[in-house]
């Protein structure tokens, strides 16, 4: 039994817990139901994998989510978490990207399900990265000390090949080169370890108070890792602001086409979609989900709706590409006919108007954006949006 085997029983009713059940409350409800799911206990093992499993989902937040929009519960009831489907209410649902109630997208009060997504995870990260510090220090002391012992064994090498070198220059003074070789090895040694750039993090070859100084060395070097990878972490809360402004910024017609582009690629991401490649002269981004191919059309700057003959040359590009769906953005929107083309097609369209609507309910609904992991697929969304003309 695999965690896909949710979609076959409701992990609320697993561990007997209402929907609207907080993080701390599953971790008590999941005690008690593995007391009572134990094989020694009266349970069985089937018992004990299923409530192993619904802890697992409704710990986890993207699989809640997924979860309870299978089940149709809560707030996640509506809106997809899938990229897109072929059928025509799924792809009517995706182009509208509404999750949760109508009145909560109005007063703009809901909390973004990719937002979410992204703090959860960078909060789990800043956790175990702090708790990672202690090993991290104890990894330094072992270095250190380790390296230090090698010095001090090669230190006390070469003073003895001296010593013999003196002894036996007593009866061939050739040898005393020996001697003096094995200084120039010596010296180097006895100004002490340097276990990084800087004369402070060294430690003298025979400092009494080496332990202590190692110790006080691997604390410091520690804690600058720490404040390094949690400052990385950072840089994630940017790229989530940044696309934030991206959705939620307002089209103008006086905006140029590949600023409408950016704000149509970020509202497809959050609905969970990657571009992957751009070919600027057909106007054309093809984009994947999960297992699926998706193409986006644009065109702005033209206050005229498209005609059925542009609609139809779009269903034989998205053909071409192997797209299972296709989005189209054009400023003055379809004409009666193209519209109903678009629509018996599968192709889902907005005009300047629809766009700013549309866009800001994606905002502020369920989706969580691509599967995998979050914070990559942040960074080679970014790194897409570099590529494409300023």
């Known amino acids: 039994m695999t965690v896909k085997s949710w979609t076959t029983f409701n992990c609320y009713e697993v561990l007997e817990v209402p929907v609207e059940v907080s993080d701390e409350e599953i971790r008590a409800a999941f005690k008690h139901a593995s007391r009572r799911a134990h094989p020694d206990l009266g349970g069985s093992h089937e018992a004990q994998v299923r409530v192993n499993i619904a802890y697992e989902v409704l710990s986890n937040a993207e699989l809640r989510s997924k979860h309870d929009r299978h089940w149709k519960l809560g707030a996640s009831a509506t809106g997809p978490i899938v990229p897109f489907f072929t059928g025509e ?21 809901t909390s973004s399900g990719l937002v979410r997504r992204v703090k959860d995870r960078i909060t789990r990260d800043r956790d175990r990265i702090t708790l990672d510090r202690e090993s991290r220090k104890s990894a330094c002391v072992d270095e250190f000390t380790k390296k230090l012992l090698k010095v001090r064994l090669e230190a006390a090498v070469i003073l003895l090949a001296m010593g013999l070198s003196g002894l036996v220059g007593v009866l061939y003074p050739v040898a005393f080169l020996g001697t003096l070789g094995g200084g ?44 390094r990878d949690r400052e990385r972490l950072e840089v994630h809360f940017a790229a989530l602001e940044q696309l934030g402004k991206l959705v939620t910024t307002s089209t103008k017609a006086a905006d140029t ?6 704000r149509l690629l970020a509202t497809l991401f959050v609905l969970g979609l990657m571009p992957t490649r751009h070919d600027a002269s057909a106007k054309r981004v093809v984009l994947q989900g999960e297992g699926e191919w998706a193409a986006l059309f644009y065109q702005h700057g033209v206050s005229q709706p498209l005609a059925v003959a542009t609609v139809e040359r779009i269903l034989d590009a998205r053909a071409a590409v192997g797209a ?48 995998g992991d979050i914070l990559q697929r942040l960074a080679e969304f970014k790194s897409f949006l570099d590529t494409l003309p300023a």
């Not at 995706?94 to 007063?107: C, E, I, M, Q």
């Open 184 to 227: 120039a090895l010596l010296v180097p040694r006895l100004r002490g370890v340097n276990f990084g750039v800087g004369s402070e993090l060294s430690v003298a070859l025979l400092d009494p108070r080496a332990g202590r100084r190692i110790q006080e060395l691997a604390e410091r070097l520690s804690q600058e890792s720490v404040a």
């Open 257 to 262: 086409e590949n600023q409408v582009l950016r």
């Open 324 to 371: 299972q769906a296709a989005f189209l953005y054009n400023q003055g929107g379809l004409s009666e006919k193209a519209a109903e083309c678009a629509d018996s097609a599968y192709v889902r369209w907005v005009g300047i108007r629809e766009l700013n609507t549309w866009a800001k309910q994606v905002w502020t609904s369920e989706n969580g954006g691509p599967s």
């Open 89 to 109: 209410e799924a792809l009517r649902n995706l182009w509208t990207g509404v999750g949760g109630s109508s009145r909560k997208l109005a007063d703009g009060k």
